[in-house]
């Protein structure tokens, strides 16, 4: 949680990235991730991944602070990646213990395959560092996505902080009567519980909040056809200039790739 909060503090700065309509910086993430799925050379991914690090400077977005979240996120994706040059077949560069070889196509295939994941959560950490969540949620609503889904996702962002403030109003009433989920002088079954009640707690008031905003919504008019209002806005000279730059060295990168040079 407190990770979704420095998120939001770092969307929330001015930079001429942030000011970039949501639309616009959402099609460019998915079209950078599916380029990087489909690249099929280590050079374009690096060229990539450097393009979107000097985008992040740029953006006035904390480079240690970027740079800490790929590398907490890439080992999901790494992991796969690490395994490669020993289970994949091919030409034998070094013979391991336990007929562990490591393989020069499966070298080159776990280095794209980190290359790919690297470049892919290093642009969606650009685009969530510079847009805020709201906006987020109403820029796909703008660029078609369902409108229930839309709606879930509107919901969840603005509840979100609201669950986290009762989450800690729990666990100060926890602390006022004493209780340390650390204490380690307090048996592990009567921490277990406290925990279980917790989670029981949280269940409950989500569910008691679900009902009253749902019949505040029926107060005032809700139903199945409902539509949600979505504000139309122009796209301005920057945004259009911004899209038309990223396309052109993707396209570069993409020839680049082909070898027509």
């Given at each position: 949680?407190?990770?979704?909060?420095?998120?939001?503090?770092?969307?929330?700065?001015?930079?001429?990235?942030?000011?970039?309509?949501?639309?616009?910086?959402?099609?460019?993430?998915?079209?950078?991730?599916?380029?990087?799925?489909?690249?099929s050379?280590?050079?374009?991914?690096?060229?990539?991944?450097?393009?979107?690090?000097?985008?992040?400077?740029?953006?006035?977005?904390s480079?240690?602070?970027?740079?800490?979240?790929?590398?907490?996120?890439?080992?999901?994706?790494?992991?796969?990646?690490?395994?490669?040059?020993?289970?994949?077949?091919?030409?034998?560069?070094?013979?391991?213990?336990?007929?562990?070889?490591v393989?020069?196509?499966?070298?080159?295939?776990?280095?794209?395959?980190?290359?790919?994941v690297?470049?892919?959560?290093?642009?969606?950490?650009?685009l969530?560092s510079?847009?805020?969540?709201?906006?987020?949620?109403?820029?796909?609503?703008?660029?078609?996505?369902?409108?229930?889904?839309?709606m879930?996702?509107?919901?969840?962002v603005?509840?979100?902080?609201?669950?986290?403030?009762?989450?800690?109003?729990?666990?100060?009433?926890?602390?006022?009567?004493c209780?340390?989920?650390?204490?380690?002088?307090?048996?592990?079954?009567?921490?277990?519980r406290?925990?279980?009640?917790?989670?029981?707690?949280?269940?409950?008031?989500?569910?008691?909040?679900?009902e009253?905003?749902?019949?505040?919504?029926?107060?005032?008019?809700?139903?199945?056809d409902?539509?949600?209002?979505?504000?139309?806005?122009?796209?301005?000279?920057?945004?259009?200039?911004?899209?038309?730059?990223?396309?052109?060295?993707?396209?570069?990168?993409?020839?680049?790739?082909?070898?027509?040079?």
């Open positions: 949680m407190e990770d979704l909060i420095n998120i939001e503090r770092e969307s929330l700065k001015e930079s001429s990235i942030h000011r970039l309509d949501g639309r616009i910086k959402l099609i460019i993430t998915f079209i950078i991730i599916a380029f990087a799925v489909s690249a050379s280590i050079v374009t991914l690096i060229l990539m991944e450097a393009y979107l690090l000097l985008l992040i400077l740029l953006s006035n977005v480079p240690s602070y970027a740079i800490k979240r790929i590398i907490l996120i890439l080992p999901f994706g790494g992991f796969i990646a690490l395994f490669q040059p020993f289970i994949r077949s091919g030409t034998v560069i070094w013979a391991g213990p336990l007929g562990m070889d393989t020069l196509e499966g070298l080159i295939f776990g280095a794209l395959l980190l290359g790919k690297t470049v892919s959560v290093t642009a969606v950490i650009l969530s510079t847009t805020s969540m709201q906006e987020l949620v109403g820029s796909a609503r703008r660029i078609g996505v369902p409108s229930d889904f839309a879930l996702l509107n919901l969840t603005r509840y979100l902080f609201f669950f986290y403030d009762e989450l800690e109003r729990i666990r100060n009433a926890q602390k006022t009567r209780f340390d989920i650390w204490n380690k002088r307090t048996s592990y079954s009567w921490r277990l406290k925990v279980g009640e917790t989670i029981a707690m949280m269940f409950l008031r989500a569910y008691e909040q679900g009253r905003v749902y019949l505040s919504m029926l107060s005032r008019g809700y139903s199945q409902s539509q949600m209002y979505t504000a139309r806005t122009a796209l301005a000279g920057r945004d259009v200039l911004f899209a038309a730059a990223n396309i052109f060295i993707i396209a570069l990168l993409h020839i680049l790739q082909q070898g027509y040079w």
